[in-house]
């Protein structure tokens, strides 16, 4: 049985979730193109941990939390992940010093790739 919401689930890209329907960290990693190192690092893990453990319990939010924003991210692109990815790696006027949002998510600043994504949702500038 999935420990993921129904609901929550049919946001979610199908390719970051394993057989078992829960999120896995290699996967996230593999979707972002970044490394599980980063990842952990993105959601304020120990790399050891999230290597060991890629669908434990307690990473479950933090992978969930990534996994929607890449979704989105990958929505609001129509579907073409290069494009998002493309976003993703390139320098944003709406960021201090145009830093790239994949700068952001290295650092674990969720929440300020939130309000970017939310406001590409919504089409207001920041």
Do not use: C
């Not at 790696?89 to 939310?118: H, M, Y």
Request: charged letters at 30%; a neutral charge.
């Amino acid at each position: 049985m999935s420990i993921i919401d129904a609901s929550f689930q049919s946001a979610i890209r199908p390719e970051v979730f394993n057989e078992d329907n829960e999120f896995d960290a290699d996967l996230v990693a593999k979707a972002l193109g970044v490394s599980i190192a980063t990842v952990a690092k993105m959601i304020g893990k120990p790399a050891d941990t999230v290597r060991r453990r890629k669908n434990a319990p307690g990473l479950q939010d933090g992978l969930g939390h990534l996994a929607l924003i890449y979704s989105d991210l990958v929505a609001l692109h129509a579907g073409d992940r290069d494009a998002a990815m493309r976003w993703l790696n390139s320098p944003n006027r709406a960021l201090k010093e145009r830093e790239r949002p994949r700068t952001l998510l290295e650092r674990g600043q969720l929440d300020v790739i939130d309000a970017l994504v939310d406001s590409l949702k919504r089409r207001q500038p920041l």
